[in-house]
């Protein structure tokens, strides 16, 4: 089994110091606009798990999380929700987890 993790960077493009997300929407080309901050996907290989965890940052928390069901897929998710995180977890990921109780 392999893990990927993948957060969401930032790049200064301009003099002005804005921030922009370095993933790119497929339609228009531009920064996709989202609070998905990070994405870690545990696949078969890590080939696989860098290619989910991709695909699903670029998607979106909403989008993701349906592809993440219909697919079975292992996944942790943290989105920014105004000054504070949530974490999401397919039951898939949660199975990895190790109880206290063990």
Not at 15 to 34: D, L, N, V
Not at 38 to 48: G, H, Q
Not at 65 to 73: A, F, S, W, Y
Request: aromatic share 8%.
């Amino acid at each position: 089994m392999a893990l990927a993790p993948l957060a969401a960077t930032v790049t200064i493009t301009n003099w002005t110091a804005t921030s922009f997300p370095c993933y790119r929407s497929a339609k228009p080309g531009r920064p996709i606009e989202h609070n998905l901050v990070s994405v870690t996907v545990i696949a078969p290989t890590a080939l696989e798990a860098d290619a989910w965890d991709t695909g699903l940052m670029v998607l979106g928390p909403e989008k993701a999380k349906e592809v993440v069901r219909r697919e079975g897929l292992a996944v942790y998710m943290i989105t920014k929700e105004d000054d504070s995180f949530k974490t999401w977890m397919s039951p898939q990921f949660k199975s990895f987890l190790v109880s206290e109780k063990n």
